[in-house]
Structure formats: C-alpha cells, structure tokens
C-alpha cells in the first residue's frame, strides 16, 4: 500500500471484496458467477471501450499492452456507441448551444426595455 508501505495479501483483498459484495448482493452476475477483483477491472475496460476509448489510450491508462486489449475487448465496436459516432452528441450541443445563446440575447433585450421603463418613470417623477 502506497500510505502504509505495507504488503497486502491478495487473499486478504479478495476476502474483503467478496464479503463488500456479499453485504451488496452483488456477488453473482445475471449469469450466476462469482464476482471476482478482477471483474473491476474488466468493467472499467469495457465501459471505456464502449464509450469510444481507444485501445491506445486505454493501454496506458491500465498499463497493459494494445494487442492484449484488441484480443479481449475487440468485440466493441462502432456499432455498439453508433451516438458517439454518428455526430448526434455534437449536433445536439449546438443546438443547445444555439438555445442558450438566443434565450441570452432575449434576456438582454428585455432588460435594455426595462431600463427604458425605470428611466422613464424616473423623470416622470422629477
């Protein structure tokens, strides 16, 4: 451990995993297995792919090589985020964009109006 400086037995983190889980219920998977430590792992890999991580930049980040990536994680593909892909997120910031621009130039445009009222109302009253 990086704090301590102590050794920590894998028996020892499996056995707290396992019992997280337990507590959790979370220890089977929809296909009756057991989870194991290693499942983190996994998960972490293949949601980075399915979000459209590349095999180069996940490489790094889990300190693995890009071939052993390709191999176990290959069966995500455009297909599986075809959102990512497709432009639809961008297009759809634009347009929100666009929409937050138009309501700002909406509100300066009433707010240069109600200046107009105060002022007048100001030298009516003088």
């Not at 057991?34 to 983190?40: E, G, M, P």
């Not at 930049?57 to 052993?68: F, K």
């Not at 990536?69 to 959102?83: A, C, G, I, M």
Request: proline share 1%; with cysteine.
């Amino acid at each position: 451990m990086k704090t301590s400086g102590k050794l920590v037995r894998t028996e020892a983190l499996t056995k707290n995993f396992k019992t997280l889980l337990n507590r959790c219920d979370l220890l089977k998977d929809e296909f009756s297995n057991d989870r194991v430590l290693y499942s983190l792992r996994h998960t972490y890999a293949s949601r980075r792919r399915f979000e459209g991580m590349s095999f180069d930049d996940l490489s790094i980040q889990m300190g693995t090589s890009v071939e052993l990536l390709e191999k176990v994680y290959s069966h995500f593909v455009v297909s599986d985020n075809h959102n990512l892909f497709s432009g639809h997120p961008k297009r759809e910031k634009q347009i929100e964009e666009a929409a937050a621009k138009q309501q700002m130039s909406d509100l300066l445009v009433q707010n240069a109006k109600l200046l107009n009222m105060v002022e007048m109302l100001t030298k009516r009253k003088e």
